[in-house]
């Protein structure tokens, strides 16, 4: 699977329209609204595990992963990221919720095994 490169240029226009589509009322909405059918979501689980499920496919994505995450720029960009979400105190509570939430249900799932 080789991809074309692409440009700084071209991505930040790529960025921009997207940015666009999602802040506009009616398409926004459609976006969100297709995200959100239960048809649409369990197609896209299905494509995932797919995906993930072929070991040259899950190779090349892993792979991808590393070397991205090995950019000091891409770590210095996710570390300053979760700063500002942590300095903000409504985000901060979404994260904390999230947190709580992810062990109930973790420590349900271990008391349901054994």
Do not use: C, F
């Amino acid at each position: 699977m080789r991809r074309t490169p692409v440009t700084p240029e071209i991505r930040e226009k790529y960025r921009v329209a997207a940015k666009a589509r999602w802040a506009d009322p009616v398409t926004g909405g459609k976006i969100r609204a297709a995200l959100r059918n239960p048809t649409n979501r369990a197609r896209m689980r299905e494509v995932s595990l797919a995906l993930w499920a072929n070991p040259t496919t899950r190779e090349t994505m892993i792979a991808r992963m590393r070397a991205s995450n090995a950019d000091p720029t891409v770590r210095q960009k996710k570390g300053s990221l979760s700063k500002e979400r942590w300095a903000d105190p409504m985000m901060r509570k979404k994260i904390i919720a999230a947190m709580r939430a992810a062990a109930k249900s973790r420590r349900k799932r271990d008391t349901a095994d054994g």
